[in-house]
């Protein structure tokens, strides 16, 4: 069994920061790609960031420039720098890791509020 805890979210005014974490537990030993998706209400759940094993990095248009995603491999954790955060950004926020054997695991979601 594989569980994440996702910490962070909270509010915010805009042009602040936030830093999310993801920490994955359990029967995970090989992360290929980790990620951290949104959704707004009302709005489908999409894909803000990403980063492979190797390192390499895609992001979403909106989010170019503001926010920085990186993976600690030993601690099996993501993270998501959020800087000049605009209130566009509130969402929850879930990350999504994907094991060597294919399978996908979500976190809870932790939400993000940029007030104006």
């Known amino acids: 069994q594989v569980h994440l805890v996702e910490s962070g979210g909270g509010l915010v005014q805009a042009g602040g920061s936030l830093r999310l974490s993801c920490a994955a537990s359990?029967?995970?030993?090989?992360?290929?790609?980790m990620a951290w998706y949104r959704q707004a209400p009302g709005k489908q759940r999409g894909l803000v960031a990403e980063?492979?094993?190797?390192?390499?990095?895609n992001y979403v248009d909106s989010v170019k420039g503001r926010f920085t995603i990186s993976r600690d491999n030993a601690k099996k954790t993501v993270y998501l720098q959020m800087s000049s955060l605009k209130p566009e950004d509130t969402a929850v926020y879930y990350c999504?890791?994907?094991?060597?054997?294919?399978?996908?695991?979500w976190g809870q979601g932790t939400q993000v509020t940029v007030s104006s």
């Open positions: 999504k890791l994907r094991a060597n054997y294919g399978t996908d695991f």
């Open positions: 359990g029967s995970i030993f090989s992360i290929t790609v």
């Open positions: 980063v492979t094993s190797g390192g390499r990095t």
